[in-house]
T-cell receptor, first 115, second 114 residues
Framework: AQSVTQLDSQVPVFEEAPVELRCNYS??????LFWYVQYPNQGLQLLLK??????LVKGINGFEAEFNKSQTSFHLRKPSVHISDTAEYFC?????????????FGAGTILRVKS | DAGVIQSPRHEVTEMGQEVTLRCKPI?????LFWYRQTMMRGLELLIY????????DSGMPEDRFSAKMPNASFSTLKIQPSEPRDSAVYFC????????????FGPGTRLTVT
């Protein structure tokens, strides 16, 4: 069974600084990987996804993530954060060889951007 | 596209009462998911449907919880009787088998049981 570990529960960072949110997964088969963002009092929305091909994936709002198969990681990065990036970020994995479109979510990382 | 629609957005009820949460998935999507989010347990998958048929309900916490999907455009999650520990935000999400597993989430229903 797949699992997802988000290594940091909270990440404080100053505005305009770079940030990396870490995600590791375990799976016995090839996977699809996702990052979702949840702003306060809202549902989750997709930031980016890795399906196949280039290991560097670009998403919305200037975020990108790199798939590293050997390290089973999918870390999310942004070179310069804004106050508006303050939110909770979830990494998720799906078994693309399985049935059901089911996603397994990590516990989430709260990004706090300070001025 | 209106996205996934959930109602009500907020629900406050007393312990022991029946609660029904509603979801309208995105038109054309054939998967529907119900999640619960709490501070203590994070985001939990309760149940999901494919073509209106429940596929996996192993996340449903107890018999007090039930979910139905009578047609492709409507699903309900019912709690009877409700308890204070059911207080949470409940999300509905939908996806299409041809859309690489991406799930689209509704805005959620914040349930408070007093």
């Amino acid at each position: 069974a797949q699992s997802v570990t988000q290594l940091d529960s909270q990440v404080p960072v100053f505005e305009e600084a770079p940030v990396e949110l870490r995600c590791n997964y375990s799976s016995s088969v090839s996977v699809y990987l996702f990052w979702y963002v949840q702003y306060p009092n809202q549902g989750l929305q997709l930031l980016l996804k890795y399906l196949s091909g280039s290991t560097l994936v670009k998403g919305i709002n200037g975020f990108e993530a790199e798939f590293n198969k050997s390290q089973t990681s999918f870390h999310l990065r942004k070179p310069s954060v804004h106050i508006s990036d303050t939110a909770e970020y979830f990494c998720a994995v799906s078994d693309n060889g399985g049935y059901g479109n089911k996603l397994v979510f990590g516990a989430g990382t709260i990004l706090r951007v300070k001025s | 596209d209106a996205g996934v629609i959930q109602s009500p957005r907020h629900e406050v009820t007393e312990m022991g009462q029946e609660v029904t949460l509603r979801c309208k998935p995105i038109s054309g999507h054939d998967y529907l998911f119900w999640y619960r989010q709490t501070m203590m347990r994070g985001l939990e998958l309760l149940i999901y449907f494919n073509n209106n048929v429940p596929i996996d309900d192993s996340g449903m916490p107890e018999d007090r919880f039930s979910a139905k999907m009578p047609n492709a455009s409507f699903s309900t999650l019912k709690i009877q009787p409700s308890e204070p520990r059911d207080s949470a935000v409940y999300f509905c999400a939908s996806s299409s088998h041809g859309d690489s597993y991406e799930q689209y989430f509704g805005p959620g229903t914040r349930l408070t049981v007093t």
